[in-house]
């Protein structure tokens, strides 16, 4: 489903992400893949590993932050214009289980978009569980403005 009064600005965007893999940045090191992407709507995947665990054998909150985050920026790149880019100016998660093994699968949606922010919503699920729910604010820096 799509993201109210969301229109696609960006389609090479989904064209070049939907079923990417990246192998550097937080996303590489995750071995996230975007599975789905439409205007205000991102799905991505990651295999949990054995470098992602703690001593203990479970995920540091870290990866799970970071996934959060990635996903939180990248949603909005389907509906800005081309050139235009979005930084995080704060979010938060709540952890609500631990997670070992298994598949995380994170689902971003825009809540609310002006031409300045966002506010983004995180889901993320582990072997079919909810293990953290995440939300954030970006900043939006539009195409056509001007760096000073």
Same mark, same amino acid.
């Given at each position: 489903?799509?993201?109210?009064?969301?229109?696609?600005? +960006?389609? =090479?965007? #989904?064209?070049?992400?939907?079923?990417?893999?990246?192998?550097? *940045?937080? %996303?590489?090191?995750?071995?996230?893949?975007?599975?789905?992407? /439409?205007? *205000?709507?991102?799905?991505?995947?990651?295999?949990?590993? %054995?470098?992602? @665990?703690?001593?203990? *054998? +479970?995920?540091?909150?870290? &990866?799970?932050?970071?996934? &959060?985050?990635?996903?939180?920026?990248?949603? @909005?790149?389907?509906?800005?214009?081309?050139?235009?880019?979005?930084?995080?100016? /704060?979010?938060?998660? +709540?952890?609500?289980?631990?997670?070992?093994? !298994?598949? &995380?699968?994170?689902?971003?949606? #825009? /809540?609310?978009?002006? =031409?300045?922010?966002?506010?983004?919503?995180?889901?993320?699920? +582990?072997? !079919?569980?909810?293990?953290?729910?995440?939300? *954030?604010? &970006?900043?939006? =820096? @539009?195409?056509?403005?001007?760096?000073?």
């Amino acid at each position: 489903m799509t993201a109210p009064d969301l229109e696609i600005r +960006n389609p =090479k965007f #989904i064209d070049h992400m939907v079923g990417h893999r990246s192998d550097s *940045g937080i %996303d590489g090191f995750l071995g996230a893949t975007v599975v789905e992407m /439409e205007a *205000g709507r991102l799905v991505v995947e990651f295999a949990v590993g %054995d470098e992602h @665990l703690t001593f203990i *054998g +479970n995920m540091h909150g870290g &990866c799970l932050a970071a996934l &959060c985050d990635h996903c939180l920026g990248v949603v @909005l790149y389907p509906v800005m214009p081309p050139g235009s880019w979005a930084a995080t100016t /704060e979010f938060k998660v +709540n952890y609500l289980r631990p997670v070992s093994g !298994g598949t &995380c699968r994170a689902t971003a949606v #825009i /809540e609310s978009m002006t =031409k300045r922010s966002a506010v983004v919503t995180i889901r993320v699920e +582990n072997e !079919g569980r909810l293990a953290a729910i995440a939300q *954030g604010t &970006c900043t939006v =820096k @539009l195409a056509e403005e001007k760096v000073v």
